[in-house]
């Protein structure tokens, strides 16, 4: 690692791999990843990216409304006209500069599919693994360019403000480690460890957002968190990562059947199984409810093997490894914990309220969701606004030269080991405060005991580990959205 550099990027997700790619080769850019490149939400996302590519089928002002829709009308209009007009034309440079494989029909046009809450077939995707091919592609790009270095296993977990930029405090493996630059951009994607059961990659545990908060930026909407209606719910229900059940398995058409087997969105919403995610969650919640079960599936079973098996390869393979045949009998499903809309406010080019400090991607807000995403509108928004961010510095880079003081001395790593069980215990009050419909008097206990947990972190003098960092990412995740939910 070198002293000091143009940039410094703390994520390899698709905001932040897509940012480092927008900058001219004369820029020397640091991308940081806690695991190895790969390992991010943006690895698993299976669906596709939402974008108005034919605009004879389709047009930029029905995204537009599809997308506010979904997010109950909260979302920012300006934000959400620039992720619809200008994401095509990203999305065009994923494979025609890129290389993304999106599965095409054949007379070779793009074959796009439709997901819960679009109007149109808009969803470009790579059978069901899309974000797979679109990491896989944009980390061979990266690689290829000599002014951008990778540091993989190197978790940024605290930022010191200096004239003129930042010093980006390190731990690289078990060891300490200080850089400089005048311009950071933290892309740490989601906080889906926060809660019990997530879609999530364990890298998701909300870093970013702590950096950026205890730096005194603004947090908003932290908890407007998306629990997606469909995550696995056969084989083995201990793991904390649940395998996601893509919404482009109902866009096909599948069925959502009770604990009798039987149809019940016509209770809940006119939409049916193509209601937005946020309905389609709660009126699982709301049914069990009714029913006293939990029992829930997706039946798409009829559409027959052959489809299903090209269709949603990876879908298949996965349940059929925990004894479930899609083409034969229904998928057993429940919500879980899937997308944080909230995050670091940002304005239109991804800056934070700090001055050369930006944020793109799931960690931050740009306001374009909403109090409820649309599917396949999260890789767009980290296309967009990864690339504004980098556009918004190369356009204010010539302004001074950057002369860091000398770099401090790593922070020593030794103390006192981490408390078991402290992460679990975060885990278990966020689900019973604020999963899906919150619960007001476990979200005040809740509170007072994460207050504690926040307390003894920042004064137990504990050894600076991946796991000290993490559980001080939950503690402060768990404490900004259970008092949002209280002031809400
Ligand atoms: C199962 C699943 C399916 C999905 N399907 C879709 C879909 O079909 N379409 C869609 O639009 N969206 C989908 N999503 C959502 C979408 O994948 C994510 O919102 C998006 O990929 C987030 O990208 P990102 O770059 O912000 O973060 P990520 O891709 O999560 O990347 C975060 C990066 O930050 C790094 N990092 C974290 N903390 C630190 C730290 N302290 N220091 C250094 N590095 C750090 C990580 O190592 C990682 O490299 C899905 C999500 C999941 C989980």
Redesign the pocket.
């Known amino acids: 690692m070198l002293k000091q550099y143009d940039v410094i990027i ?8 897509y940012c480092a790619l927008n900058f001219p080769a004369d820029k020397t850019v640091l991308v ?4 190895n ?1 790969e ?12 974008a108005v590519l034919d605009l004879q089928e389709d047009s930029y002002d029905l995204h537009i409304e599809d997308t506010m829709i979904a997010g109950h009308r909260e979302n920012d209009p300006v934000s959400v006209d620039l992720l619809v007009k200008e994401g095509p034309c990203d999305v065009r440079r994923l494979y025609q500069e890129f290389g993304v494989d999106f599965d095409k029909r054949p007379d070779g046009s793009l074959n796009a599919t439709l ?1 819960g809450g679009h109007c149109r077939r808009r ?1 470009v ?1 790579h059978k069901d693994s ?2 797979h091919e679109i ?1 896989q592609k944009l980390c061979a790009a990266v690689r290829q360019r000599s002014n951008i270095e990778i540091a993989e296993y ?4 605290h930022l010191d403000r200096i004239d003129g930029g930042f010093f980006a405090h ?1 731990l690289q493996k078990d060891q300490a480690v200080v850089t400089a630059a005048p311009y950071v951009v933290l ?4 906080i ?1 460890q926060v809660y019990r059961y ?4 364990p ?3 909300g ?2 957002i702590r ?1 950026a908060w205890e730096m005194g930026c603004r947090i908003s909407h932290l908890d407007y968190v998306q629990f ?1 209606p469909s995550s696995f719910a056969g084989g083995d229900t201990t793991t904390r990562q649940r ?2 059940i ?3 398995v109902r866009g096909e058409g599948a069925y959502l059947l009770n604990c009798h087997k039987e149809r019940f969105m016509h209770l809940y919403d006119q939409r049916l199984e193509l209601a937005p995610r946020d309905v389609v969650a709660k009126s699982i919640i709301l049914e069990s409810r009714r029913q006293a079960d939990e029992h829930f599936y997706l039946d798409i079973a009829y559409k027959g093997e052959e489809f299903l098996k090209k269709r949603f390869p990876m879908i298949y393979e996965k349940c059929l490894a925990s004894g479930v045949d899609m083409t034969k009998e229904p998928i057993p499903i429940f919500p879980c914990h ?3 809309m909230g995050g670091i406010r940002v304005n239109t080019n991804a800056k934070t309220d700090i001055d050369r400090l930006y944020a ?5 807000c740009t306001g374009v969701h909403g109090r409820n995403r649309l ?8 296309l967009v606004f ?1 690339r504004r961010a980098a556009q918004d510095i190369c356009r204010k880079m010539h302004q001074g030269q950057f002369t860091p003081p000398p770099l401090p001395q790593p922070d020593n790593t030794h103390g006192a080991p981490l408390p078991k069980g402290m992460d679990t215990a975060i885990n278990d009050i966020m689900q019973r405060a604020s999963f899906v419909l919150p619960d007001m008097g476990a979200v005040r206990e809740g509170l007072k005991t994460i207050d504690r947990y926040m307390a003894r972190l920042k004064m137990g003098q504990f050894a600076l580990t991946r796991e000290y ?1 993490e559980t001080l ?1 939950l503690a402060t995740m768990a404490h900004i959205i259970l008092k949002e939910i209280q002031a809400r």
């Open positions: 703390a994520g390899s997700g698709v905001a932040g791999l940081l990843c806690k695991e490149m390992e991010s939400n943006t690895d698993l996302a299976q669906g596709g990216v939402a997901e969803i995707h899309t974000g990491s190197s978790i940024l977990y390190i892309a740490t994607g989601g889906g997530t879609t999530n990659s890298i998701a545990t870093d970013g950096l997606h395998f996601l893509s919404e482009a899937h997308y944080l793109a991607g799931e960690c931050a599917a396949s509108n999260s890789l767009l928004e980290g990864g960092i990412s």
